[in-house]
């Protein structure tokens, strides 16, 4: 691999005043009253022509530290974007600090060549903005490398190209706990992102004991509630009032993960975390599913096959509006999906991409928000693409998806004008009995370090014991 150094512009000089030239502005300045002043500005500006592309580079360095990151998919052509530990499929996109874990990128573009990929990693703080280091501190090898392992798919309708990569790697090893995002770019320029992912790396610097117990008083029957105890004797926490950041999500969701919250009490090395409010979730429902691993049956939620000769269509069963039905318990993999295709040798490039139809039966639109398809399939978020449609001579709401050949769980989320919170329990309805995931994520902001630990990570499954 060839390495270019990048070295800054030449810059052209400043125009300069012809010697004795009495009407030049910059000479008049000189030789006016306020002499000083004016030979103060003029070199003001010659030292700023001179180092403009520094002052540029230091603006563009300011703005990416002003920037909050989170997963997003910039190019429409990119689908079935996974990032998981190797080993644990369903797993966020975490692993442990020099424990030999691995994390496995795939993704399709759907243009259908070969594109150069390149990816970097940038470090971040616990809000998820980039830390005030350069990549030297937290990387080891290359500072940005390329994605090699592609392939091209066969016998399908819709032509793409996969991708895949494994992280950590022989080219680029990450030498700190914490928060990184994952930026995936084209053409060797790092500005010309494709998408970002979040990714976590944490060390075992303390333990986390944790569980989930109902909801109180008027929460009784909606929501879960997690209490957890962390040993902080290992990692020495002296401060864990002002020192520790606590984060706690939901099935893998950030935006409405419970942020900052304050330990009830600490007793020895033991910080405990059992409150009366701010650590409680709705419960929710369990996910709806459909499966079109096989493309030769219709399964339980399908309706129907559409041919359109040059692609596969499928139209789902008219779903219910939950939201006032009582709680019925069924297994599910709390909306999460898995690319697979049991009428091949299931390979990611033999996978179909198919149009799956949704539709959801409301006697009525609602003018307060919209509806979207949502969970995994949408990266947790009320995405524009997944936006239902509400048709009046179909008494309903109808949506479609484009998505490859698997098994996919999903809900319905209302989100309100000027919201940015995802309502599930509007459609889907809310129960506590409800199986949910909850990932326990604990931040120090160690004395004399400039940066966020991620010094520990566990999993609390609901409903507890």
């Known amino acids: ?9 030449p810059v052209k000089p400043a125009n300069k005043a012809k010697k004795h030239d009495l009407n030049h502005p910059f000479t008049i300045g000189i030789f006016s009253n306020e002499m000083g002043t004016k030979i103060y500005l003029l070199l003001l500006l010659v030292l700023g022509s001179l180092s403009f592309p520094s002052l540029v580079t230091a603006q563009k360095n300011e703005n990416e530290r002003k920037t909050k990151y989170v997963d997003t998919i910039f190019k429409d052509y990119i ?33 259908g060549d070969y594109v150069q990929y390149g990816y970097t990693l940038v470090h971040c703080d616990a809000d998820w903005m980039p830390s005030d280091m350069v990549a030297f501190d937290y990387l080891k090898g290359f500072s940005t490398d390329q994605i090699t392992d592609y392939a091209f798919s066969f016998n399908t309708f ?9 992280l950590p790697n022989a080219n680029m090893q990450v030498l700190l706990s914490g928060n990184y995002i994952l930026k995936v770019f084209k053409d060797n320029n790092p500005d010309s992102l494709i998408f970002t992912h979040k990714v976590m790396v944490y060390e075992n610097g303390i333990s986390i004991a944790g569980k989930e117990k109902r909801g109180m008083g008027g929460d009784l029957f909606t929501k879960q509630e997690i209490i ?23 099935n893998g969701r950030w935006d409405n993960a419970i942020i900052g919250i304050q330990p009830s009490y600490v007793q020895g090395s033991s910080i405990i975390y059992d409150l009366d409010e701010g650590n409680s979730f709705d419960g929710g429902n369990e996910f709806r599913s459909f499966d079109m691993t096989s493309l030769r049956y219709l399964t339980m939620n399908e309706a129907a096959f559409v041919d359109n000769k040059t692609s596969t269509e499928i139209q789902l069963k008219a779903d219910e509006n939950r939201g006032g039905l009582q709680y019925y318990t069924f297994d599910d993999i709390n909306g999460q999906f898995l690319i697979q295709d049991k009428d091949d ?12 139809d949704f539709y959801l039966p409301m006697d ?32 309903g ?16 989320a209302y989100l309100k004008k000027g919201s940015s919170y995802a309502d599930c329990t509007l459609i889907e309805g809310n129960h506590f009995e409800t199986t949910n995931t909850y990932y326990i994520y604990a931040y120090y902001r160690q004395v004399g370090l400039f940066y966020d630990k991620l010094i520990g990570f566990t999993t609390v499954h609901a409903p507890g014991n």
């Open 1 to 9: 691999m060839k390495i270019k150094l990048l070295r800054d512009a």
């Open 79 to 111: 689908k079935s974007v996974e990032l998981h530990q190797i080993g644990w499929k369903f797993s966020p996109p975490i692993i442990a600090l020099n424990s030999g874990d691995l994390l496995q990128l795939d993704f399709d573009d759907l243009a």
């Open 158 to 166: 819709q032509k793409y190209t996969h991708y895949r990569l494994v």
């Open 228 to 250: 957890f105890t962390i040993n902080g004797q290992k990692a020495n926490i002296t401060d864990p009032f002002h020192a520790l950041q606590i984060f706690i999500s939901q």
């Open 345 to 356: 040798d299931s390979t990611p490039i033999n996978s179909q991409y198919v149009y799956v």
């Open 364 to 395: 009525s639109e609602i003018t307060t928000g919209n509806i979207y398809i949502f969970g995994a399939l949408s990266n947790w978020k009320c995405d524009p693409d997944l936006q239902m449609h509400y048709e009046k001579f179909k008494h």
């Open 397 to 412: 709401y109808i949506g479609t998806a484009y998505l490859k050949q698997g098994y996919y769980e999903y809900q319905y």
